[in-house]
């Protein structure tokens, strides 16, 4: 049994989280901190935690998370960045939902979160938290970066891609669709109910933020330089990713194989039977992410299509993986939701 | 651990209960029949359960039942109380989800469901699995009606004030709302997405099903005539029931200390603190009926408000409850799961 | 041809009543004023709007109203109360969507809108909108106070109920339910996506706003008390109210004959074919009102059930109708619009 | 003004050519014909339309269509091809929603359709009506086949770009996805409410029958084959298609130009300002396709993204601006609507 503090618990990962830790066995949640509700009760603001939790959110300045085995920061970007360290000098091991430790590129990072780095540092040690990739780096990390929600889906869906040489790397593209929980718990008007719902649009057309993170673990995976063009899309429902991702086949080989090969073992990624079309609600509310392969046509373009929940192996299941891996716990443990439906 | 079977598990309220079972400890599911999906792997037609169940469905005539200790009729109304002696008489326990023993007044179920009734002298000894109310009863069951979705909803909500005397028995209304997978996984035009989505509609105005089973239960706690306006409408949302009922006080009490006392103890039925205003997702996937109670303006109507997972306790879960009862389990065992929020 | 400027354009009701003005054929609209969008081109803010309007939303400090015949107010409460004096001085006919004209009893305004009222004189002048009530006010008006929208459907469903003497007028429940447009495009979180899709629930539980408007309409129509439980509820739809309304009938009828000769000749409200299960979107997008009376298991409770969508007949659309009015125009000019449905 | 018949009114591109009809100033509804519902008013099975049709649905073999100037068959795949030769030999013109006679080649017809084609020698006389292509041949055709929903979103988005060199036309990809409407108003569990809400996914993932009329299309506009990728995907919505298209750069030009220019003066597709991300309510309701170019972060990958209203512009809106053509009206006579939103 660990003692565990959430940082910043008032978003949708930070409920998510706290559904998870509830059915975790090895897991006492003790501190969940929040500036803007500090002393409302965890269950008032989230009945739907009602009987699970007794705890009320408190200040942050006031809360001392140092006698935590582990702190998990569900903060927006930026939070993180400036508080591990003070938590890591006390043996604390930190998982971080942010975007603050994923990018090894401090420059790069700058640009794209347009704000100075605060411990560049910390990043050189941080471990990027995909199990499927760095499980045995995960192992051993004190401060672990949960990888981000649209990159989580697009990289399973090609790492066994840009591992091998059988696509084109310079040309992947990669159509990705979210839920609005995916924007987050934040009085904006374009996630608003009358905007979002029976509508649907593309966005970030310019460019995400999960671009140069993606780009990253593929380049990583391929050693080699990788073209990807990335267009995320919002989807009237609540959770929920799919990416379908086009790759132009160069070299013939049994894909759904090489897939199936790849992921042998992996707890968490389901390779479905060839013909299977997966849908988003086939993992709501579960960690697992669902792979299927097509050849439309017979053509020689590759369709991967992968689906996660975006706040769960999107965010706060994977983190809960991540947490698994690095105490020794097994890592399915309290990850055996089975998804919601209808 | 005992062993299941389900009949008839391809609807809304079968791959539910599936959900439920995959987690509960005391249960080994060893048969699931369909007629019209006999042969396929429930993973297949249910990719949700994918690592949950092995077993394919197999069709009725040819199965076997009489190993089980306890099967669940999750058919259409009219095929258990052509199945149910069968199976009792081989020592087999039966919950059935549907109305076809829930009505005690035969020429009353006969007229509402517009066939003969098979098997009348079961209905006698089947009780009315409303654990609030027959928890005892229960305990001792051979035959199990599980209660319906609105019923459920609209009987706790209105138990404690027809079980005493502050409101007038005569003049109740229950506008009741619900989530479309109460409509089942039928093939009908009215519950098409294009139909129902962005859209919202009372129904059954004319007199639904539910309501001599809703008066035969109130009656019965009361111990006089109940009359009671009921009217449902359809939600566009998968799940969830919500229930405004309301109530003319003839008789001052303090009415939250009324419900919290009648319901204290009870394991899934909570009596929300004064002023809350429940949502359906704060119990979406649960066992839970959540309760809270209002007087608009101070006036002398009294208004209870209670959702439920139409499903859960409104379907299967409340069936895996009256189980654990049956078998000295528990009550709660296996029902342990967090409401889904988002 | 009439030249027309509209106050507070950006906001649902403002966005669908300039999308009703441009199928209007004797309206020009000349200035749309918003304090956060001047500058901005209307069809930027609204793209469909596009190839409708060439104008910029202007800055309501600079922008001379006075050459408008008619001026629309679609701000929040507070504002035209401060500024429609000013306007009727130059001879402008002044339409207001908020509440600040609608209640005759200033004590009664000021509790529930929680501010001193700025212009109590003229509440007295102004007409409240209600057509099939004030018709012949309202061609002689220069202030118009367009009613709400939940006030507008319960009143409709009301009206000849309580203009006659065949129910309680003293127990009258409304059990009214909204799609999300009615909390309006303001960032706040309670309505966001992940917030109020796949969800249902009651709210305003201890009194809302429109309950004195309902009260003084119905009273005035009444000549005598009326006793009323008014519960509204959010459903996750975009567009569309309907109100459950429950009577107790204390002497009999033909209550559908009455609704019938009460609104004959009505262009905007239609009493459907008894039997009639009405649904919002019969009426999305369209200014109509339609209606269905059932008595449930034949009870003695009266059930009248009225659709309308929140955005027409209750806000935009109620107000081009007072416009046509107090113009001289043929009531229905500029609102032929058939309901989208699917 | 001339005479309309519809056959087969009872699906959603039938009530929503009965909406626009509804509002032409130039057509007379004679005949609404349904072998299902017949003798039914058009009214009651849909009241949207009530005050607009006084028509009962007529059956088929008993309605004489040779009266009318023009017919729309809005029926399922198969039908027309049967039927449409009667009439034209009357002198009717025909309009014909399916895809019986969308694709010249035959034997490419029969494979992707599974049946023998009734008519083939009529196949050879139809115009396929997207008028930003055939303008000139639907002005004077007899027979038009309507396009489909998402070959019309796809064409529209690609034709400036195959008419011309400057991407490879060999390895398009067009990720488009559909609003549920698009699957009829069929009883289907696939589309059911509960199976398709709160859901995403991909279909036809091994070929969809709109691949052949799009290639169709694109070839004989670019005079050279194409390579083209297509997956469709449902989105829990009512209407709406968007479609990203993806196409690898060869050849540098002013891409926002080239859209530009090839749609000027089009009434019906509105290429929008750099920089915009149309979303699917900015022509929910009207016939306008509206297209955004964008190169992510600069690279050499061109994404189009074009919006239509899949029931309008994909299908009944077409229909009419074919109509208009056909009969010499102003092109956009009846076609005024602007988009609902919200």
């Known amino acids: 049994m660990i003692k565990v503090g959430v940082v910043g618990g008032t978003g949708y990962t930070g409920v998510e989280l706290l559904r998870l830790l509830a059915a975790h066995p090895e897991v006492e949640v003790t501190a969940i901190t929040s500036r803007g509700e500090a002393g409302t009760a965890v269950a008032k603001l989230f009945p739907s935690l009602r009987n699970h939790y007794d705890l009320a959110f408190t200040d942050p300045a006031g809360t001392d998370l140092s006698s935590c085995q582990c702190v998990f920061f569900a903060t927006p970007n930026g939070v993180a960045m400036g508080q591990a360290r003070a938590l890591l000098d006390?043996?604390?091991?930190?998982?971080?939902?942010?975007?603050?430790?994923?990018?090894?590129?401090?420059?790069?990072?700058?640009?794209?979160?347009?704000?100075?780095?605060?411990?560049?540092?910390?990043?050189?040690?941080?471990?990027?938290?995909?199990?499927?990739?760095?499980?045995?780096?995960?192992?051993?990390?004190?401060?672990?970066?949960?990888?981000?929600?649209?990159?989580?889906?697009?990289?399973?869906?090609?790492?066994?891609?840009?591992?091998?040489?059988?696509?084109?790397?310079?040309?992947?593209?990669?159509?990705?669709?979210?839920?609005?929980?995916?924007?987050?718990?934040?009085?904006?008007?374009d996630i608003l109910f009358s905007e979002a719902s029976d509508n649907f649009k593309a966005y970030a057309l310019a460019g995400h933020r999960h671009h140069p993170e993606i780009v990253q673990g593929l380049s990583t995976a391929s050693g080699k330089a990788i073209g990807l063009t990335f267009v995320p899309h919002l989807v009237p429902m609540v959770r929920g990713i799919l990416a379908t991702v086009y790759a132009r086949i160069t070299n013939e080989t049994d894909f759904q194989a090489l897939f199936e090969k790849r992921f042998a073992g992996e707890p968490f990624v389901d390779v479905l039977p060839p013909g299977s079309q997966p849908e988003t609600r086939w993992v709501r509310g579960s960690n697992h992410v669902r792979i299927a392969l097509h050849r439309p046509l017979g053509g020689n373009t590759l369709v991967v299509v992968a689906v996660e929940d975006n706040l769960v192996k999107g965010a706060a299941g994977q983190a809960v993986q991540n947490m698994n891996i690095a105490f020794g716990f097994d890592e399915t443990l309290g990850l055996g939701q089975v998804p919601l439906l209808p």
């Not at 910390?122 to 929600?149: D, F, M, Q, S």
């Open 90 to 189: 006390k043996g604390v091991k930190v998982i971080d939902f942010s975007a603050d430790f994923r990018i090894q590129d401090i420059p790069t990072w700058e640009r794209w979160y347009k704000v100075k780095h605060a411990d560049p540092a910390l990043v050189k040690e941080a471990v990027y938290g995909l199990p499927e990739v760095n499980r045995e780096r995960v192992r051993n990390a004190r401060l672990i970066a949960n990888p981000g929600c649209y990159a989580t889906a697009v990289q399973l869906a090609l790492l066994p891609l840009v591992e091998t040489h059988h696509v084109d790397h310079a040309s992947l593209v990669a159509d990705a669709k979210s839920g609005v929980s995916g924007a987050g718990r934040k009085a904006e008007v």
